[in-house]
């Protein structure tokens, strides 16, 4: 049992390009989460999936996009990377009933832009 | 003002010694809490969930405040191994785990 797959492990971009990350779960669970990680900042949420068919942004929304493929996959597109964008990227998921169970994370991206 | 707050830390201390943690939150409709465990820039991985009435878990313990909004950890016995950054996790309603910035540990011989 995979739980939570994100790929790349590590990514290094120019200013200006763009990527996408990618997030698959293999626990039917009906919600998805990026988040990602600075140091001394927490875990921040960028956007979330709640289920198949939606998306709503998080705490720090701009400069990113998300699509929810189906329901086991949720990527983050970065379309014109910036420096302030180096950070660690965490995708994760749960059951999604709205009563605030356990998260499932994948095992980040290191993303660094130059 | 952030809506989860923990203080950073680090606390520094000996094998065996007891430790504890608080978190605030910001929201009192807030309606399941947990704690998790960060190391080295990992992936956080569960630790415990924190139940009203307070829960333990061998060494650790969780317990929640709700008139003061606040829940605690308790390390009690503590190991090298325990060192690593202790994440408070708050969800407010729905579907939005809010995370507080962590607390370093660490454990010294």
């Known amino acids: 049992n995979a739980g939570v797959t994100q790929t790349p492990k590590f990514q290094v971009l120019k200013t200006g390009q763009s990527m996408t990350l990618q997030c698959a779960q293999d626990m039917n669970h009906n919600s998805m989460y990026w988040y990602r990680q600075d140091p001394g900042m927490g875990l921040r949420l960028i956007y979330y999936?709640?289920?198949?068919?939606?998306?709503d942004k998080g705490e720090v929304p701009n400069g990113y996009n998300v699509s929810r493929l189906n329901k086991r996959e949720f990527s983050l597109r970065l379309e014109s990377a910036a420096p302030s964008q180096t950070s660690v990227y965490f995708c994760?998921?749960?059951?999604?009933?709205?009563?605030?169970?356990?998260?499932?994370f994948g095992s980040g991206t290191q993303l660094s832009v130059l | 003002r952030k809506e989860v707050e923990q203080d950073p830390g680090p606390f520094n201390v000996p094998e065996g010694a007891t430790v504890a943690f608080n978190c605030t939150y910001s929201?009192?409709?807030?309606?399941?809490f947990f704690w998790y465990r960060q190391d080295c820039r990992k992936e956080p991985k569960l630790l415990m969930s924190v139940y009203s009435s307070g829960n333990e878990d061998g060494r650790f313990t969780a317990q929640l405040n709700r008139a003061s909004q606040y829940i605690s950890l308790l390390i009690r016995d503590s190991k090298l191994s325990d060192s690593a950054t202790y994440l408070c996790?708050?969800?407010?309603?729905?579907?939005?785990?809010?995370f507080g910035r962590g607390t370093s540990l660490i454990v010294h011989p």
């Open positions: 994760a998921s749960n059951p999604g009933q709205g009563n605030g169970e356990k998260l499932f």
């Open positions: 996790v708050v969800n407010m309603g729905g579907y939005i785990p809010t």
């Open positions: 929201n009192s409709a807030s309606q399941s």
């Open positions: 999936s709640a289920s198949e068919g939606t998306t």
